[in-house]
């Protein structure tokens, strides 16, 4: 279960970095579904690993989420021109510190 709840969790934060996280989940809740019939578990901690992934995963890059590409947008606009790389110098270390914190603490709790 472990194994399956990590690969769910990192596999959509690197996914969600560069899709739509919604459109991601939707494809994905049968399938996570799926996986937990096939192991004969609840499929709530899977669930919640794949909440975590790609909700937070898409924080990573300018384009992983509609909040980021309208805020750069609004920058833009007010005359700051923002680059993939500097966004990425503050997102991935605050975006991995939420995720790995989520992460832990539901398995911890859900298992």
Known sequence: MFLIYTILVWFSVI????IDNIPYTA???PVVSNIAKGMGVEA?????????????????????????????????REGYEVKAADFMKLSVPFTLTAV???????WIIWR
């Not at 980021?68 to 609004?74: A, E, H, K, P, S």
Request: cysteine-free; glycine content about 18%.
């Open 15 to 18: 996914v969600s970095a560069f």
């Open 27 to 29: 494809t994905m809740l």
């Open 100 to 106: 790995i914190t989520g992460y832990i603490l539901t």
């Open 44 to 76: 709530y901690l899977l669930f919640f690993g794949l909440l975590i992934g790609a909700t937070l995963g898409g924080n990573i890059t300018p384009i992983g989420a509609s909040a980021n590409i309208t805020g750069l947008g609004i920058l833009k």
